[in-house]
């Protein structure tokens, strides 16, 4: 049976939310169709697997009727519409601001003033629960809606109260436009910055300097008026700070702030923190590639926690597979295997299914690379479906080529440093600083593998003068053996 609308969102529920589903359609007000109730039903004896055909959902339901295409399909549609009502009310009663937004459009609508204004003051007083870049733009919004409401409201006693108030609303309208765009802009390079580390699928001809370098220069060059505006704002700080950390100025300042900010009492969501904590992260490992010292792997593993700690890296109930394998690499790499172990049996159990499998035996077989157990490392390798949308995709081809070259097969590991450039090469579809990071430890593993003795004291020499990269490091401890 094809897979339906009706089934794809059906499968996007959790038990719980998927059992009130269930008592939801069997309220008259919001469902009218007595089928769709019964549709539920046998979707939760299926266990929502969906393996059943037409015919055999269609006899479930109407055991007394032939079999009508078109029935079928009105029922899956009004089931869907179902689904849809349930999920928008949910979501407004789990969301305060979403409640508060319906309920000021409504009483906007209506015109009445009282209720207006003791929901936006309620909306108001939400907004410190959501990121800043939605807090300027809810703030936005709700100045035009006082316009809007002043404009609409044609009423003497009303009129003779507010009019005084268009001008200064109108002002505002303006400010809070000029803050939006402003936040809105340097959320965007942080985005973008933020997620350079994973993107796959970002074209390697986009000119990064070009398209985010030009938009916050104005914004965050000394001369900019901006600065003297919105400096001292937590919201500019923070993306203030996070942008010179990417653009690699300011680092220790732009570290020591962001760090302020995880152990402050400052209310700040977590998706907020979440791009600081990478740019720390991201921070912390560029010193580390390029000193070697420990303490910043360390460092790393403190802001890990802190993310652990306050939700920052976790998408509702999962936790961002990239995010975890970061903090899991860092442990390995200072030596803290059996902790390393322990975080992976501890949070693997909230690693999202289609990333789960792949995770895990990628964790395992980091683990038995360190302990060298490289053949069994190599089995666990294995069972990873090597697709190259996978987060994860590139660091395990590197793996595959560190197991072979420390099991001292150098033919297949340079058949293999072959086949890895050429995908490199070819593939468009990753960003040219990432794909360098792989081309710098094929180019120099090559080189070690291809070394005389004499050769490779003059290999390590170059390397240490080269800017670090992600692997500098391992590569310097196979030429010192």
Not at 452 to 465: A, D, F, G, M, Y
Request: include cysteine; charged fraction near 30%.
């Amino acid at each position: 049976m094809k897979q339906y609308k009706l089934m794809k969102i059906i499968k996007l529920l959790d038990d719980d939310e998927f059992e009130n589903l269930i008592e939801f359609s069997t309220y008259p007000l919001f469902c009218k169709v007595k089928s769709v109730y019964q549709l539920f039903l046998f979707f939760k004896e299926t266990d929502r697997e969906f393996t059943f055909t037409k015919l055999e959902c269609f006899n479930k339901i109407y055991p007394q009727q032939n079999f009508s295409d078109i029935k079928f399909r009105q029922l899956f549609n009004v089931a869907f519409n179902v689904v849809e009502q349930f999920i928008t009310i949910q979501q407004t009663n789990k969301k305060p601001i979403l409640k508060h937004r319906v309920l000021s459009d409504f009483y906007l609508d209506k015109l009445d003033a009282d209720f207006f204004e003791q929901e936006n003051k309620k909306l108001e007083s939400s907004l410190e629960k959501t990121d800043f870049l939605n807090q300027y733009f809810l703030k936005l919004e709700m100045a035009n809606n006082e316009l809007n409401f002043i404009i609409l409201k044609i009423d003497t006693e009303f009129e003779n109260k507010y009019r005084f108030k268009k001008e200064a609303i109108v002002k505002k309208i303006v400010k809070r436009f000029e803050e939006y765009v402003v936040l809105f802009t340097l959320n965007i390079s942080t985005t973008y910055y933020s997620s350079l580390p994973t993107m796959n699928v970002m074209s390697s001809d986009y000119k990064t300097k070009e398209i985010f370098g030009e938009i916050t220069s104005q914004i965050l060059s000394d001369e900019s008026k901006y600065l003297d505006d919105y400096k001292g704002r937590t919201a500019f700080d923070l993306y203030y700070h996070q942008i010179y950390i990417f653009q690699n100025q300011k680092n220790e300042e732009a570290y020591n702030y962001i760090i302020s900010l995880l152990e402050g009492n400052k209310k700040v969501s977590a998706f907020d923190l979440a791009g600081g904590t990478y740019g720390a992260i991201f921070y912390n490992k560029a010193k580390y590639n390029e000193t070697g010292d420990e303490k910043y792997l360390n460092k790393i593993i403190e802001v890990n926690d802190i993310q652990l700690k306050n939700k920052i890296i976790w998408h509702e109930k999962y936790i961002f597979p990239y995010s975890f394998y970061v903090l899991f690499k860092a442990r390995v790499e200072l030596g803290l295997i059996k902790e390393a172990k322990l975080i992976l049996k501890k949070y693997q159990k909230f690693f999202e299914p289609r990333y789960k499998i792949g995770l895990v035996n990628f964790c395992n077989a980091i683990i038995e690379f360190e302990e060298m157990k490289y053949d069994k490392s190599l089995n666990s390798l294995y069972q990873i479906d090597f697709n190259k949308k996978n987060p994860i995709y590139l660091d395990a081809r590197k793996l595959e080529i560190q197991i072979f070259y420390k099991k001292k097969e150098y033919d297949i590991t340079e058949s293999k440093i072959n086949s890895f450039k050429a995908l490199l090469s070819r593939e468009s579809n990753y960003t040219k600083s990432r794909k360098r990071f792989y081309q710098d430890f094929n180019n120099f593993l090559q080189r070690i593998i291809r070394a005389s003795p004499e050769k490779r004291t003059k290999l390590k020499e170059i390397l240490l003068q080269k800017k670090p990269f992600e692997s500098s490091q391992w590569l310097l401890k196979q030429l010192e053996e």
